[in-house]
């Protein structure tokens, strides 16, 4: 089994940063493809970025220019880094690594 663990959630006024993290453990050698997702209550759940095992990066239209995906092969972290944010940003934030997922951090862009 693997194990993800999403951090770095929390409350932030509009056009303020967080970053998140997404620890791997378990029965994994390495990182595989990365995926964010959020969800938002009554909401469908919407796929934020992508990346790939080579490093290339894809990200939904609502997040291109404000987001980034990145990880840390090393230490089995992916990353998320959200700037310029938007009320309608708040969501719960989930990981998947290899089709395994965490619980989420809870994001929420209010003033």
């Known amino acids: 089994q693997v194990q993800l663990a999403e951090s770095g959630g929390g409350w932030v006024q509009p056009g303020g940063s967080l970053r998140l993290s997404c620890a791997a453990s378990g029965s994994i050698s390495r990182l595989y493809a990365a995926n964010w997702y959020r969800q938002a209550p009554g909401k469908e759940r919407e796929l934020v970025a992508a990346i790939t095992l080579s490093g290339g990066a894809s990200y939904a239209d609502s997040a291109k220019g404000r987001f980034t995906i990145s990880t840390n092969n090393a230490k089995n972290m992916v990353y998320l880094q959200m700037n310029s944010l938007k009320p309608e940003d708040t969501a719960v934030y989930y990981c998947?690594?290899?089709?395994?997922w965490g619980q989420g951090t809870q994001v929420t862009v209010s003033s």
């Open positions: 998947d690594v290899a089709n395994w």
